[in-house]
């Protein structure tokens, strides 16, 4: 049991940090906050990412591309331009690592004023941390499983650990994929985007990929009496306490 608490934890943290600091701050900018709370979240992040850590401005820069071409041969993740999920995350990859490593300059409208803190990126980014969470990740498991035999952990818990290695792109394929093919619109935005209600509630607010194209600065991703964003409870509770600084309240 005590290891699927850890998966959930691992896979809301993370996309917590996702929906709130590289979505919601970095690519959309929906409030300020100071340098001090910019680093903090930073660091936050790659703890609660780990391994499959993001950098805010190639993460930034990527949606920003997303919402520019949306579902066009343009856009940088796009399921109906790819032939599977994977191939459409291979595809991220390499636009993200060309943007990650300053290979490719974008226009200035999609990396305006985006955060970057560069020298934390390139620690974050190297392989010897990449595979020290990897360690840390396993040797969790090892230890519940094989050496201590906790009550409630069995040897097929051993399958959540590759979902461990690669938390921030499975969302983001999650997302990328099921909110460009299922589900209802109920706005007409000239491309693919759809609420996937159904799935939402593994996702934080960020399968109400429709309501966000139509309304990309609205800080409340749902519409509709029926959707709930969980993130935004949060995002108005950390503006109350003055951490955040919305830019618009609704």
């Not at 983001?172 to 209600?197: M, P, Q, R, T």
Request: contains cysteine; positive net charge.
């Amino acid at each position: 049991m005590i290891l699927i608490i850890l998966f959930f934890l691992h896979w809301y943290f993370s996309l917590f940090c996702q929906s709130f600091f590289l979505h919601r701050y970095a690519a959309h900018q929906m409030f300020v906050m100071s340098k001090f709370w910019e680093k903090f979240f930073y660091l936050f992040t790659w703890l609660a990412q780990g391994s499959s850590y993001l950098s805010p401005r190639a993460y930034a820069i990527l949606h920003r591309m997303h919402h520019a071409y949306s579902d066009t041969p343009k856009d940088p993740h796009s399921p109906h331009h790819t032939e599977n999920l994977f191939t459409m995350m291979w595809k991220t990859k390499k636009i993200y690592n060309e943007h990650f490593t300053f290979k490719v300059q974008p226009e200035e409208r999609f990396s305006k004023d985006v955060p970057d803190w560069n020298r934390f990126d390139r620690f974050a980014d190297t392989m010897i941390i990449r595979i020290g969470w990897v360690l840390v990740y396993v040797l969790i498991y090892v230890l519940s499983i094989s050496v201590f035999e906790l009550a409630g952990t069995h040897w097929w818990m051993y399958f959540l650990l590759p979902i461990h290695f690669m938390m921030g792109p499975v969302h983001g394929a999650i997302v990328n994929w099921s909110g460009h093919k299922y589900g209802y619109a109920n706005f007409d935005n000239n491309d693919h985007s759809k609420n996937s209600l159904f799935l939402d509630f593994l996702m934080l607010g960020e399968l109400f990929q429709n309501n966000h194209h139509r309304l990309p600065m609205r800080v409340n991703f749902a519409v509709k009496w029926f959707e709930f964003d969980p993130t935004y409870p949060i995002v108005k509770l950390l503006h109350a306490t003055g951490i955040i600084k919305l830019k618009q309240t609704g």
